[in-house]
């Protein structure tokens, strides 16, 4: 802890950014702004950082869009959070380039960064009241006495805490702790916010509100924010564009929809949400074999040839069990081997070619299980939509 807040006083002393154009634009969320107004504001490119023999990041490249607010999202020691801490010049890259706001700032020390960040810990500083916490930067800046007072009561308002600024951070919960280290990290107008897993140590109703609380209060300053979360639920709520990592590399870019509906990889898919993998084998155009049964699919790669092995995968929810009869392909006949109620739905496990080896996952309404009688031990015909059925090659 005394780590980060040394950090903090570093970070908090960096330029700031430009307050009228922060003006200019605020309001406005990104997918709003004219495609052409939409600048990189932070590019990275060819980022390697190796700890000795071991290659935490290797050859990463990505560009961020001014306002936008991006998720970092991964297992732990995918990289994450080894590249927020490169942005911030914590962890100095091995090798590659990092340009924010055009200016190249790969070899700067973080004291002349452009960023605010809040540490999955806050940091605050526990023997100083809540407002000196947040006057921590602007003081470090030499701002004079009223001008600081009146932009830490301004920041308290923001994020919901006019009235806490006398009280010490032992004596606050876990979640307002949390939003006088976001105050802190806006005090001195950053280009950049930084977020380090902000919401880990909170209770999950707490994360939820503050999910909503802290993408709310990003649009309306329109500040570009990079967040680091392992939590799925959280990027997928909160960000504009997901970058999700493993090993080291950019798995995927995308937007929380297209993450979660064109995974590019097997681990995307299974890491984001639950997703069903079953063995096959291309049948044709369009076509895959999988227990026993010949299904069509939109999503094949044009690359795959008959009798090529793929990994067939659908989603628990994508599989219908109303209205069946009369579909004329992706139709089976399956088992009701086992039914998990999960309090707004069932996750049946069906066996569509009665051995368990086959298994597959299907999330089922309370409503629909109660109209057709879905029971375990039942047979239930399913269909398979043939644009929601994904095929991977086998690597």
Same mark, same amino acid.
């Not at 009228?20 to 590019?43: D, H, N, T």
């Not at 994020?159 to 307002?176: R, T």
């Not at 010949?294 to 090529?308: D, I, K, Q, R």
């Given at each position: 802890m005394k780590q980060d807040a040394a950090i903090i006083g570093r970070a908090a002393s960096g330029v700031s950014a430009n307050e009228?154009?922060?003006?200019?634009?605020?309001?406005?969320?990104?997918?709003?702004?004219?495609?052409?107004?939409?600048?990189?504001?932070?590019?990275i490119?060819?980022?390697?950082?190796?700890?000795? @023999?071991?290659?935490?990041?290797? @050859?990463?490249?990505?560009?961020?869009? @001014?306002?936008?607010?991006?998720?970092?999202?991964?297992?732990?020691?995918?990289g994450k959070t080894t590249l927020l801490r490169a942005i911030a010049g914590l962890d100095v890259q091995t090798s590659g380039r990092i340009e924010q706001a055009g200016r190249d700032i790969s070899s700067l020390p973080a004291s002349e960064r452009d960023f605010g960040i809040v540490f999955q810990s806050y940091a605050l500083f526990p023997n100083l009241k809540v407002k000196k916490n947040v006057a921590y930067g602007?003081?470090?800046?030499?701002?004079?006495?009223?001008?600081?007072?009146?932009?830490?009561?301004?920041?308290?308002?923001?994020?919901?805490?006019?009235?806490?600024?006398?009280?010490?951070?032992?004596?606050?919960?876990?979640?307002?702790?949390?939003?006088?280290?976001l105050a802190r990290a806006l005090a001195t107008s950053p280009g950049l916010l930084l977020l380090d897993e902000p919401l880990s140590a909170l209770d999950a109703k707490v994360r939820a509100y503050l999910r909503h609380e802290i993408k709310a209060l990003q649009a309306k300053l329109d500040v570009t924010t990079i967040m680091v979360t392992h939590d799925q639920e959280e990027a997928l709520t909160m960000a504009d564009r997901i970058v999700v990592?493993?090993?080291?590399?950019?798995?995927?870019?995308?937007?929380?929809?297209?993450?979660y509906r064109h995974p590019a990889s097997p681990f995307v898919g299974d890491f984001i949400g639950s997703m069903n993998f079953?063995?096959?084998?291309?049948?044709?155009?369009?076509?895959?074999?999988?227990?026993?049964?010949?299904?069509?699919?939109?999503?094949?790669?044009?690359?795959?040839?008959?009798?090529?092995?793929?990994?067939?995968?659908?989603?628990?929810? @994508?599989?219908?069990?109303?209205?069946?009869?009369?579909r004329e392909s992706n139709v089976m006949d399956a088992t009701v081997h086992e039914m998990e109620f999960l309090g707004s739905f069932y996750r049946a496990r069906l066996l569509p070619g009665g051995h368990a080896s086959d298994a597959i996952q299907a999330d089922f309404s309370i409503n629909l299980v109660k109209d057709l009688g879905v029971r375990e031990g039942g047979s239930l015909r399913v269909w398979l939509p043939a644009d929601r059925l994904i095929v991977f090659q086998e690597r």
């Open positions: 009228v154009e922060m003006k200019a634009r605020r309001g406005m969320l990104p997918e709003e702004r004219p495609e052409a107004s939409r600048e990189v504001y932070l590019r490119e060819n980022l390697t950082k190796k700890f000795g @023999d071991f290659t935490a990041l290797r @050859d990463v490249s990505l560009d961020i869009y @001014d306002g936008e607010f991006v998720c970092f999202l991964g297992p732990s020691g995918c602007l003081e470090n800046k030499g701002l004079g006495r009223q001008e600081i007072r009146a932009r830490v009561a301004e920041l308290l308002e923001l994020v919901g805490l006019p009235d806490q600024g006398d009280k010490y951070p032992a004596q606050l919960s876990g979640g307002q702790q949390q939003r006088v280290a990592m493993n090993h080291g590399v950019i798995e995927q870019v995308g937007t929380p929809e297209e993450i079953l063995k096959g084998r291309v049948a044709g155009d369009g076509r895959v074999q999988i227990v026993n049964h010949t299904l069509e699919t939109t999503n094949m790669p044009a690359t795959v040839a008959p009798g090529t092995e793929v990994l067939v995968c659908i989603r628990p929810e @994508d599989i219908v069990a109303r209205n069946v009869d009369g």
